[in-house]
């Protein structure tokens, strides 16, 4: 058995009032193990936010958030930094313009890791470059009784690159298996 000491830390708040949900949480880790020759430790502090929305029967939007950072260090060896940053948005219309049938979706994804490069302007050691991502999203969807049109359209940022893409689709729904 390794002698260790750990402490953990979370305050958490949670609300839900007239179709809106609310969940907050921050936490913080921190462990050490004590051996002469090989002694570890490490710390996690992290920060989720989580929250939806009901606007009215066919609208309604939800957003997440969670943001950490962690500490590393093993004896004899230089301490590792690492931040991260995920977030989500995203919007539903179950009834555009009140068309019956036609459906908007708009979701916003944001993922960063690595970000103790950025926060620290240290180009040469940025490990996670290709890790930060964001993407949105968005869809139009028809539906006739069984048949489902859509129009998805995507904006996409990876590393230091951009892309889009557009999709058309037609499909028929079998009773809930597409």
């Known amino acids: 058995m390794v002698p260790n000491l ?11 009032r007239q179709g809106t949900t609310t969940y907050m949480r921050f936490s913080i880790n921190d462990r050490r193990e004590f051996v002469a020759e090989d002694a570890k430790e490490s710390q996690l502090a992290m920060f989720q936010l989580n929250r939806q929305s009901q606007i009215d029967s066919r609208r309604n939007w939800r957003a997440a958030l969670t943001a950490q950072a962690s500490h590393q260090r093993v004896r004899g060896e230089e301490p590792d930094l690492t931040a991260s940053v995920t977030g989500h948005v995203g919007y539903v219309d179950g009834r555009l313009f009140n068309i019956s049938g036609l459906r908007f979706l708009s979701d916003l994804e944001l993922n960063a890791v690595g970000l103790e490069d950025v926060i620290e302007n240290d180009r040469d050691r940025n490990r996670f470059e290709e890790e ?3 993407e949105w999203k968005n869809k139009l969807e028809y539906r006739i009784g069984k048949i489902i049109t859509s129009v998805e359209g995507n904006l996409f940022y990876v590393g230091d690159e951009y892309g889009n893409s557009v999709f058309f689709r037609i499909r028929r729904d079998f009773d809930g298996v597409f």
């Open 6 to 16: 750990n402490h953990d830390l979370s305050l958490t708040y949670s609300a839900a």
């Open 132 to 134: 930060r991502r964001a």
